[in-house]
């Protein structure tokens, strides 16, 4: 019989040897893979990741506005706590997207947005005047007969948006000339 074979056959004649030679190799191998991998491990963890951070705000007028900005993570801990004010949205290995509510009207409305009414009594948020402009926001029908004709008039020139208080004013004003849904 071949030398090999001859050293397999005896594989069979003593298990338990066999068992002990096996487990006593892997004991020997198993702790110079785990100080492998804990290696790796500890340059992959001292090396810093970048990440494309994607920052939504959404203000109370509805408007969403969008920030894009390159982040270097050294710490996962230290990033998720210095966005821990704002709500994940959706993350992958190349971006990362949260977003924010914001308890104010858009930057856009405080710069150039005006209520005002369209032909059919919508009362909308323009941007600029609304006699020619786009509307920005749709709210509700006015029944333009029991409005006040000063107010008629500042609606149809356009009332200037000047802060989160006015805007919640003027909603409250008109909301109670809005039409009965039936």
């Not at 509805?62 to 210095?82: C, H, K, N, P």
């Amino acid at each position: 019989m071949v030398k090999g074979l001859q050293c397999f056959s005896r594989v069979k004649e003593y298990p338990f040897i066999t068992i002990v030679i096996i487990i006593g190799m892997l004991t020997l191998i198993y702790p110079m893979v785990q100080k492998t991998q804990a290696q790796e491990v500890k340059q992959i963890t001292n090396e810093a990741a970048t990440i494309e951070v994607i920052l939504e705000r959404e203000y109370l007028d509805g408007e969403l506005s969008e920030e894009r900005v390159q982040e270097t993570i050294w710490s996962m801990e230290d990033f998720w706590a210095y966005y821990q004010d704002w709500m994940l949205i959706d993350q992958s290995e190349e971006r990362i997207i949260f977003r924010q509510r914001v308890n104010d009207i858009s930057p856009l409305l405080k710069v150039n947005g005006y209520f005002g009414i369209s032909e059919d009594g919508t009362l909308n948020i323009y941007e600029g005047n609304p006699n020619n402009a786009q509307i920005i926001q749709s709210f509700f029908q006015v029944d333009t007969t029991k409005l006040k004709s000063r107010q008629h008039l500042d609606l149809k020139n356009g009332i200037p948006v000047e802060s989160r208080e006015h805007y919640n004013e003027v909603l409250h004003v008109f909301s109670q000339y809005k039409t009965k849904e039936m």
